[in-house]
């Protein structure tokens, strides 16, 4: 156990370092940038960007005057709940738990 809280320590330590690095690094100018335009109507606009479970999806749809119609966020969770599925077929439900836990899912992600 002190082993691997000490690898932990040590990744907390360094990603601490690392986010330091970065805040000193950042380029200067505003932080939130006007937008280029107004929005086009009807359209739908998808994009995905890493997050620390994996994909996060963001789906944008506007209405007939450029505004927001509907906006989605899904987090990894969401296909990534199936998978944990399959690797129980067949298994015993006292493997759940493990299974379960290192799969690491949000349980609210998945509702989003």
């Given amino acids: 156990v002190f082993a ?4 932990r320590w040590s990744e907390v330590k ?3 370092a690392f986010i330091r690095e970065q805040l000193d690094a950042l380029p200067g100018g505003q932080v939130i940038a006007p937008p280029a ?3 086009a109507a009807n359209r739908a606009v998808v ?3 890493e997050g620390w479970r994996g994909e996060i999806c963001h789906v944008a749809l506007t209405d007939r005057e450029g505004r927001f119609a509907s906006y989605k966020v899904i987090d990894p ?3 990534n709940w199936f ?3 399959m690797a129980m077929r067949n298994q015993e439900i006292s493997d759940f738990p493990l299974c379960n836990k290192s799969f690491n899912l949000s349980y609210c ?3 989003l």
Avoid: K
């Fill in 47 to 49: 994009s995905l960007v």
């Fill in 14 to 16: 360094r990603s601490l």
């Fill in 37 to 39: 335009g107004p929005m």
């Fill in 4 to 7: 691997r809280a000490y690898v």
């Fill in 109 to 111: 992600g998945h509702d």
């Fill in 83 to 85: 998978g944990l599925a």
């Fill in 77 to 79: 969770s969401f296909h």
